[in-house]
Structure formats: C-alpha cells, structure tokens
C-alpha cells in the first residue's frame, strides 16, 4: 500500500519544468469561452446530441487498440456515430495539419500532445475547453476534473505566449496517458553475456560492447529510435541529454545544444548506436523500437517509452513477456533527466459538431472509461484515482523480471519526469533541425560543427 | 503574304466569320483559365513576400526576406544542389536505356508485340504505389535486393537508408517508374523514321552502329529531346515518389525543393516560405523547359 502511495505522489508532482520559467505577468487572454453556452439544460443527458456524427483522427498507439472496443457502447449510450481514422504518427500529424489549416473541420476530435497543441493553439485551431468542462449540461456528473494529476492536465494549459506560460491559461487538450523513458532490458540475454544492466551512460556502452560479443545472428544489443523527427530530441536523446545538463534553452535563455557536454553526450549517444544497433538503425522510429523489442532481436531497449510494457507483457504481441525487466534510464554526469510524453485529447475549432465532439471528448476521459483503457494496457493513468485501482495495480504489479519492478521504477521515474522544452509554436521544427544535427553526426562524425550550425538555425527559428 | 491574306479574304469571307465566331466562343474558357491559374499564381508570389505563418495573424509585406533567407539557408542550398543532381542522374541513366530497350523493340516485331505490353506495365502502377514497392525490397537486412545479391555474391546495399546512396536508389525507383514512357515516345519516334534512307544505307555498306549513328540517331533527336524535356520538368517538381520513400531523408540527402515547399507549408506551416521555395523551383523549371524547347526546335529543323 505504501508503494502504491509513493507513486501517486510521485504522479501528482509531475513537473513542467517550463512553467518554472513563466513570468509573473503572463499575459490575460481575453478569449470568449466556448462551451459555457453550449446547452441550457442544468442537468447531463447523453443523448442531447443524438443522431449526430464525428470524425476523430488517431494516431498509431497501444491506446488506440484499447479504445476501440469501446466505441459500440459510446455510439449505444448516446446515439452519436463516431467514424474513427487511425494513421502512423508521421502522417496522422501531416494529414491533420492539413485538415487543420485548411478550417475545413473534417476531423471533429484528434490524438494530440502539448508539441503539436503549441502549433495548433497559437494558430487558432483548437478549441480552448474550460467552458465545456464547466458546464454541467454536457458533463457527466462524476466526471471528477480534480482528479487528473495537476502536472499532466496543465500541461494542456498555455497562455500562447512564445517560450513562457505553459501551465498557465486555456486548456488546449484532455490527457489520456504520459510515458516517460527507461531501460528495458533482457535478463536471459544479460546473463548469458554475463553484464550487469548499466546506471549510466557510460555503462550503457560497455555493456553494449560485451553484449555484441556475446550476441549472435540476426540479435543486436541496443535498439532505439533514431530517426530524424523531434522525438528523438524530445523525448529519448532529449532524456539523455538532460542528463549532461544540456536542453534546447539553458537556463540564460540560450540555445545550449552545442555546449562541451552537448557534444560528449551526442557522442556517446553515437557510438552505442553504432556499437549496438544494426545497418538501418538510422530510420527507426519509436514503432521500429517496439517491434524490435518485441521480436526478441535485442537485448536492450534504450530510453524507451515505459508505456510499451503492457506490448512487451502481453503474450500475443510479444515473445519476450516471459523475460523483460524495467530499470531506470541511465545517469549522466549531472544525474538522471526523463522526458515526459502525453497524449492528449482535442476539439478542433472548426468541429460543426462541437456538442457531440465534447460528448465523446468527456465520455473518454471520464474516470471509468480510462480505467477501462487503462486495465487494456493504455499506459500510463493520468488520473490519481487510476492508481488506487485494486486490479490495476495487480496487473502492473506482475511486469517486469521481479514482482513490482514495472512499478517502482514508474514511481522513481515519475519524480523526476518533466517538460523540459518551451512551448513555441515553432518548436517542432526546432526540435527536428537538432535531431538532423544528431543524425548528420552520425554519417559524418562532426558533431560539434553540426550541433552549432543547428544552435544557429534554431536561434533563428525560435526568435 | 500579307497582301495575299488581304486579297483572299473577300472570297473566304463566311469561314472568315465562322472563325471569328469561334474565336470568341475560345475566348470565355481561356480567359477563365488564365484568370483561374493566373489569379493563384500571383497570389502565391505575393505570398511569397510576406510573413505569413499559420499563428502569425496579421502577416506583413518583408520585401525579398524569405529568398535572402532560402538562399543564406544549407538545408535550401543543399536541396537545390540534389535536385539538380536528380535531374541529371535521371537524365543520364534514363535516355540511354530508354533508347536502348527501343531499339531493341524495334528489332522484331515478336519483341515488340510482347515487349510493348510487357513495357508499359510500370506506368499502370501509381508512383506512391512503385515507391512503397521498392521501398519494401530496398530494405537492407529483410528486403529482396540484398538478399539476391547475397545469393549471388555479391555484397548488400544500405539504399535508402544511407545518405550516400538514397538518392541514387530513389533515381532507381524513379528510373523503373518511367523509363517506359521515355522508351514509348523514341519506339514511336523510331517508327516513324523513313525504312528508305536505312536500306539504302545497308546496301551501300554501312554497318549497324554507322546505320544508328549517322541516319537513326539523328532522325530521333527530336524525340529524345522531348523525351528530356518531359524528364527534367517532371524530375525537377519530384514529390509523390520521394515522400512516401523518403520524406527527404537520411539526413537532407533527398530533400529536393518540392519536397521543402511541402514540409514548410503543411509541416511548419509556413505558406510564406513555401511559396518562395516553388517560386524559385517554377523558375528553374521555366528555364529549363524554354531552353529544352529551343534544343528541340533546333533538332527538328535539323531533320526537316
């Protein structure tokens, strides 16, 4: 029990680190607040919006599969037809920006993050939510708003002002799960190297050079994702780079990606790719990594989504469930950095079909069908309530190579998982030309000419 | 000539009207195809001299800015760069070889009922299609190229995933994609040429490769020019083959321009920037065509 509580604090102090650098006079927005007037009636009914019809864009994940057999009842309860559209996260966002800028509304609800909300927020896309969540005529009584994890729902929040504010201002976007990184590893294929799982970065090489020497055939040590996309400097490598100290802004305000430590973690990064991963590990994506994992081919997933462990863990998708452990993401000179990933619900604001869109949009995120989600293997629970879940914690109590290892390092994770970007609505683009820099280092090497060349184009992409 | 028309007129006077007539009724439709294509073209380079960006609300004239920008930027520099190699690669590997499998055709009529059936197979495939395809069978540790060249002896490639190869190995895909079309246009251009001047040629004791070389070659320039002047406009504004293959990488290796105006507009949302990038291509595309169509009017001449 007392585990368990550990780890719903450790949640509920989920840290933006960007709101640390907000201003004290962010800016009022004096937006008008949409979904106050939406319908008269005091009282919830599910069936107001009846016979209407939504489009929702989702984006390639463990959760859309959990979500999916839900959509019957959803349609049943309400009587609203919910038309769903799932695409890889490269082109689920391309397609959606399209749709989005065009204003045409296609898309009625989508899958999200705070990444993509900055672009679409600022430019007027989304539709701030607050009103709709205070409105008790098209909220579900229990819908329990106090019970998200105050870091992962404000993470939603931006006042969109560039590099400050987040945190603070409207709410662009509902949470349905975070992840953050660690090392996911092969116990049977550590052992039989006879290598410890590695703390640090250091460790991570060594042990990756004695795995490939003890590994055969078509099985490689390391695998990661390692494509030229802001994930990469985001989330995995940006975990590690946090680790050297070095994040896009430092604490001046400047661009910090071509420091000394910049370069010896982009280094390092390198050359357990090179030592570890196999021809081709340059274009892998997160989904590359999954799979790869799952296929028994690795013996380590490095700075991996920790939500991939309901994938690892299940039988049918999997043939490591049997052997996979959870250890903390490596230290650096300057300690253990995670980055924090959520996914994220939105309306766009062009929806002809707002009441409904909002109806699904709270049916979601209501406590007992995210618990639904959740018990399916959408991971991790935003909500505080999720954790004290008898047969939640049962089943996450089970992953991992000892019993409760999935958990406790969740919990540890959790402490120290943060937003370490600003919000900008260019911050994409930024986040890409970095991971190009990284990727370029790798094919030739000069990594501290790249990484300033892109400290410099990134200067100018964010001011 | 004048005169003549002046002279002639009288007697032609209701085909005259006819004419006149149909001038206007042209008139309409051209006028609104003008104005529809010209209206969004002006639009667009006037675009192209602002700042606009999707979260800027109220975008303001910067003069030349976004071109000074594209051309002090490496990523813009470097795409300019690999679209011109494309456009040669695609040139020197697919003029050749489209002559050749002509020729070949040519030869009998068995290989050209078979072979221009067989030929015109890759042109039924949509090129996201051909490019997803190849893409599969790029793949260096599961894909079936390394694996026959394995078989074979010989060693893989990494294709499409190493930025030294990847645009050769798209000019591949590209090269499967539509060298039958190039090969369409010159077995027609061979076709047509007059039987006389070759048997006449053979009989007075030229050989095969003087034949080609002397009366063949020079017949068929026109086409190969047209042929050249359909590649370098189609390689040059390059997209539906290399975004599903590439998305412009590894690295910047396959970012050609088109693909930039794309990622700027609907990627970063800047239709200020991506304007700029397609004007500057539009303008490559314009001098290449206009010098192409002047080579080809020159080698027409010639045969006439």
Known sequence: MKTRHTLVAAIAAFALLGSACTTGGAVEQNLDNPGTDLRSEETYDPRAFEGESINILLIEHPFVDTLRPLIPGFEQETGITVNLEVLNEQQGFDKLQADLSAGSGNFDVFMTSPLQNWQYSAAGWVEPLDGYVGNDGITMPGYDFDDFAPGILNSGRWTLEPLTGLGEGPLWGLPINFESYNLTYRPSMFEAAGVEVPTTYEEVLVATELLAGSLSGNNYPVVTRFDKYWDLTYLTFGSMAGAYGVTLLDEDGEVGIASAAAVEATELFIDIIKAGSPDGSSAFTWYESLQGMTSGRFAMALNEADLFAPTYENVSESVIADDVGYAMIPEGPEGRSAGAWIWQMSMSSS????????????????????????????????????????????????????????????????????????PHPELTRALNRWAEAIQQSYFDGNVKENLESAAADIESILR | MLIARQVDSPRHSTSHRRQKRSFVFMLLPALLLIVGIMFFFLQGIARSFTNEKSYIRNPTFVGFDNYVALFSDSTFLVGLGATMLYVLLVLMLQIPLALSIALLLDKTSFMRRIGRNLIVLPLLIPPIVAGLMWKTMMQPSAGVLNFILSSIGLPGGSWLTDPATSLLSVVLIDTWAFTSFSTLIILAGLQSLPKSLREAATVDGAGWWQTFRHISLPLLMPYVVLVALFRVADSLKQFDLIWPVTRGGPLNSTRLLHVQGYEEAFRFSSPAMAMAIIFVLWIIIYLASFLLLRLWRRTVNAVD
């Open chain 1, 351 to 422: 929806s002809e079909n707002k009441g409904a869109a909002w109806t699904f949009l709270q049916w979601l995120t209501s406590p007992d069908v995210l618990m639904e989600t959740h018990l399916a293997g959408n991971m991790n629970p935003v909500r505080l309530s999720a954790w004290e879940n008898e047969e939640l914690s049962a089943l996450v109590e089970t992953w991992g190579a000892e019993p409760g290892q999935y958990r406790k390092v969740l919990a540890e994770t959790a402490k120290i998982a943060e937003i370490s970007v600003p």
